[in-house]
């Protein structure tokens, strides 16, 4: 059906009503094929509606895909008139009383199920993906969060084809049969919603290890992949009992069944899946070793597999009442692996790498199209508010929150919600509620946060009085409508010779507040936004000379890398607005400063601060997206700085030549501080033949892949005739390992103005899979945050790229939809770009056979291009 044709039905919070009808035990068996698995479903029934008529209302299985065969009632083959079978489901309009059993037999095809949603096929396995509404896909079913199944599972299969099977909970059960099958039965104890139900069958091998809980309780440990790939998994299994180490030590919390296992599928829409007691990962966050994972690959493992297993309690004990919620499980749980991986790494670095990822993706969706709440109002395909509001701005208000009630007073918080709600499903307003109690704060106005959309800006004013000595800060929300929030303000006062007079946190209630300190001598310099307590805009016309005492002074790592982001804001800003041709000497002076006070700061953090602002940042900044001429300015500040600093950068790059391959902080920053310096040497004309050659030699004697990538991608950023003979290198290398070819795929698309032309030859090539998303996104993803490439003139690249969404609409609608999101940014173009990428975007919402998850994304992309032709 058309997109035309196609309900768009919308679901809203305000409708949501509790279940009728639960299912709160169910036995299935799978009799697992590629081509064709049955699956046999018994459900206890029961009503727990108030229902006081004489007939009881029909009961409604979603199903969707599903080929039925059976339907039995407390054992009996169901009557035709009893009940009807839909392409949504199964509808029993005549129930025999309030309690009763359910039979179901169904088909499935996993072979055939390329959209990677309920039972598919992977690799050399069948596994599940459920979350949110997957389970459907499997079985008829209540597929509801707020129905809490208990789950027993029996999986038969040929052994020799899959002799590895898994399910939930504890194994209690095998056997063998002479016609080569193989039977098991799993059962969880703990009941929990069918988006937590998963099974694997493959031929799998895996790591094991063992965990003593605090209490004494042995917990046997398994990482499950393809036998090639064992060797990579030494490192998620540090990070599994790294946290649940710090789980325990934290927050009290244990993990409570006797095996814990996580299993590495190739093809996943997703990062990972926290299925209770069986987490599925994307491969790409749980196989690493230091020849073929970045730096980053090995923190995002890190934070992912702490991610995953504390959604053992936050997602999977306490769980969510409907999908309207999903900030309270996502944003909560990324907080946590947020102060985890802060405890385990640097905190500044991994605090200024999450306020990047909402500069750079939340604070536009924001902006855009998409922007919603952390807590949506409605929704029309799930699985299309997965987003960076949900998770990373949902974990913005967490932190929030425990700033102003204090981490110590959080944790009981937390504790007390957990040991309330135990078993059930919840909104967030049980979690608040918890948290008013233990701290006595009233959270009733933080409630806003959850449903103002947006990302406010706090406007800033100072006076000065030097008579009285009298030092004034009036700080504004300008945009606060009905939905007034509350602000954490973490902040320092400091004097002209670096003391600290006052510092705290500044609880903003009222639309406009104001402090003022007294008895001063001399006009004091006031940082704010430590850590970057809030997640706003500030608008704060400031000194020049204070930002540079800022980003000197700062003994907040945050707020030293902020004050020097806006001086560099300031002077291309002055470039953009006045035409500059010449650096003024501010910006270079204070990389010069870093440089030669090198000694004084951790070389990871270091290279951080030292990075230059990309252009999205840049563009959301100044609220221009020429990015053409923003690219320009960009390209010759970097030069001006690498020739004025090449004999530092020189230095600094040859002192962390020495770095091993080991993954401890020192030699991390070695090899981060090393790759910047390398990548703004390449911005040197005149040193153009010594920086290739250095660079070439670092590629090809590379003992870690993050030394590797860096040379790949600045090479793919230049236009040097070098850039083909470092690709051909790279891949020479690494053409048999998926998941580094994956980098391979990304860089040479990402930079410059055209990358659509290497696309499309990529795209062609036999190493691309359009049914693996990762390879999908290595190009489709990183052409269109390319935006040099993306807002082509000539609409080249939206057209293609709608192509593309066109394929994969057909193919896997959930990554049809991530991409189509990519769009989102043309609101910002000019009115050809808009009206080019309008044309493109029509001829997908034309499409006959256009999926839900597509149709929702291109339809609100489209309106609002409409909206703003101007």
């Known amino acids: 059906m058309s997109s035309s044709s196609t309900e768009l039905k919308p679901h809203f919070l305000e409708e949501y009503t509790s279940p009728l009808w639960i299912t709160p035990e169910a036995k299935i068996r799978f009799d697992l094929d590629l081509e064709r698995t049955i699956v046999r479903t018994d459900y206890l029934v029961e009503y727990v509606g108030d229902w006081e008529g004489e007939a009881l209302p029909g009961v409604f299985f979603h199903g969707e895909g599903l080929g039925f065969l059976s339907l039995r009632i407390n054992g009996a083959i169901a009557e035709p008139l009893q009940y009807h079978v839909s392409e949504d489901g199964l ?112 031929n799998l091998q895996y790591r094991s290890d063992q965990w003593k809980t605090k209490s004494g309780r042995s917990i046997e440990l398994r990482i499950y992949v393809e036998e090639k790939n064992l060797s990579k998994t030494d490192f998620a299994m540090f990070a599994l009992k790294e946290a649940m180490r710090w789980d325990e030590e934290t927050f009290g919390l244990e993990y409570d069944l006797d095996l814990y296992m996580i299993v590495a599928v190739d093809d996943f829409n997703m990062g990972a899946m926290e299925n209770k007691g069986l987490n599925l990962f994307n491969s790409k966050l749980v196989l690493a070793d230091k020849s073929s994972a970045t730096d980053d690959t090995f923190e995002s493992i890190l934070a992912v597999v702490a991610h995953e297993y504390f959604h053992n309690w936050t997602g999977n004990r306490v769980t969510l009442r409907n999908w309207f919620n999903l900030t309270l499980k996502e944003g909560l749980t990324v907080f946590r692996d947020q102060w985890f991986t802060e405890d385990k790494t640097d905190p500044s670095v991994k605090r ?12 536009p969706e924001d902006a855009g199209p998409m922007a919603h709440p952390i807590l949506p109002k409605s929704y029309i395909e799930m699985n299309n508010f997965y987003t960076v509001t949900v998770y990373e701005k949902g974990a913005e208000v967490i932190r929030m929150l425990s700033h102003l009630i204090g981490r110590d007073t959080f944790r009981k918080g937390l504790q007390l919600y957990l040991h309330t709600y135990d078993g059930q499903a919840v909104t967030f307003e049980e979690f608040l509620s918890s948290m008013e109690q233990v701290s006595h704060h009233s959270l009733l106005q933080f409630r806003n946060w959850y449903h103002r959309k947006g990302t406010p800006t706090l406007r800033v004013e100072e006076k000065w009085n030097p008579s009285e000595g009298t030092y004034q800060i009036k700080i504004q929300d300008s945009e606060t409508g009905e939905l007034p929030l509350v602000f954490p303000i973490q902040y320092a006062l400091f004097d002209q010779d670096s003391k600290s007079l006052d510092s705290g946190l500044w609880e903003m209630k009222a639309v406009q507040e104001e402090k ?5 001598v001399n006009k004091p310099i006031f940082s704010l936004l430590r850590s970057y307590s809030a997640p706003v805009h500030l608008a704060f016309e400031r000194d020049e000379r204070e930002l540079i005492f800022l980003a000197k002074q700062e003994t907040d790592g945050f707020s030293k890398f902020f004050a020097f982001q806006k001086i560099i804001f300031r002077e291309f800003r002055n470039r953009w607005e006045q035409n500059q041709k010449n650096s003024t000497s501010d910006t270079i002076a204070l990389y010069k400063h870093f440089i030669e006070t090198r000694e004084t700061l951790p070389k990871d953090y270091l290279s951080y601060l030292l990075a230059f602002p990309g252009l999205t940042i840049l563009a959301d900044e100044l609220k221009v ?19 004025t600093l090449r004999p530092d950068l020189f230095s600094v790059y040859k002192e962390n030549l020495g770095s091993m391959s080991s993954q401890d902080r020192e030699n991390i920053g070695k090899r981060r501080l090393k790759n910047m310096a390398l990548s703004f040497l390449f911005y040197l004309p005149q040193a153009k033949d010594e920086v290739i050659s250095i660079a070439l030699e670092q590629q090809k004697q590379a003992n870690h892949m993050s030394d590797e990538i860096a040379v790949l991608r600045a090479f793919c950023e230049s236009s040097y005739r070098e850039k083909e003979t470092s690709i051909q290198l790279f891949y020479n290398k690494w053409k048999a390992d998926v998941l580094s070819l994956d980098l391979w795929f990304s860089a040479q698309v990402s930079y410059g103005p055209d990358a659509l032309e290497r696309a499309q030859s990529l795209v062609s090539s036999s190493d691309f899979n359009w049914k693996n998303p990762n390879r999908v996104r290595s190009v489709l993803s990183s052409l269109a945050r390319n935006h040099l490439s993306f807002h082509r003139k000539d609409g080249a690249t939206y057209r293609w790229l709608c192509e593309c969404l066109l394929l994969l609409n057909e193919i896997n609608p959930q990554i049809a939809a991530q991409i189509a999101k990519t769009f989102q940014s043309v609101r910002w173009q000019d009115a050809k770009r808009k009206g080019l990428a309008l044309m493109a975007l029509q001829t997908v919402l034309d499409f006959p056979h256009l999926s839900r998850d597509l149709a929702e994304i291109a339809g609100k992309i489209c309106k609002d291009l409409e909206n703003n032709q101007s």
């Open 91 to 202: 509808f029993l309009r005549i129930v025999p009383g309030r309690s009763f059993r359910l039979t179901v037999e169904n088909s499935l095809s996993p072979k055939h199920n390329t959209a990677l949603e309920g039972l598919y096929h992977s690799g050399s396995m069948l596994c599940t993906q459920n979350e949110p509404e997957g389970f459907r896909k499997i079985t008829y079913s209540i597929d509801r969060p707020d129905n809490p199944i208990r789950f027993q599972v029996t999986l038969s299969a040929p052994k020799e084809e899959f002799p590895t099977l898994l399910s939930n909970g504890n194994l209690i059960h095998s056997q063998e049969w002479e016609d080569g099958r193989q039977e098991v039965v799993w059962e969880d104890p703990f009941p929990k919603p069918s988006y937590l139900f998963a099974i694997v069958a493959g």
């Open 352 to 363: 200024i790498k999450d306020v990047l990822i909402l500069w750079e993706h939340q604070f």
């Open 516 to 520: 003022v300190w007294t008895g001063l």
């Open 625 to 643: 997206y020429a990015f053409e001429e923003i690219h320009e300015i960009r390209h010759k500040m970097l030069q001006e700085i690498s020739s």
